[in-house]
């Protein structure tokens, strides 16, 4: 079964011709992942989903509506 880890920070830095993502764990365990910039930006657009959805789903409904 997989390790689930804490997220305590993300970096980014565009090198060469890719887009190296860094997560580091409230444990200090790093992650270090080179991505092209099409996996970047559909790694982008899937946690702005993810984030509008929750946004939508804890929406509190004006009155009258």
């Known amino acids: ?9 993300a970096l980014t830095a565009k090198v060469g011709a890719c887009v190296e993502i860094t997560l580091e764990a409230d ?3 790093q992650f270090r992942f080179a ?4 996996q970047a930006d559909e790694l982008a657009e899937d ?3 993810i984030l509008d959805d929750a946004q939508t789903a804890t929406r509190t409904p ?3 509506h």
């Open 27 to 29: 444990d200090g365990t």
């Open 47 to 49: 946690l702005e989903a």
């Open 1 to 9: 079964m997989p390790v689930t880890y804490t997220l305590a920070r």
């Open 35 to 38: 991505a092209t910039p099409e």
């Open 62 to 64: 004006h009155p009258g």
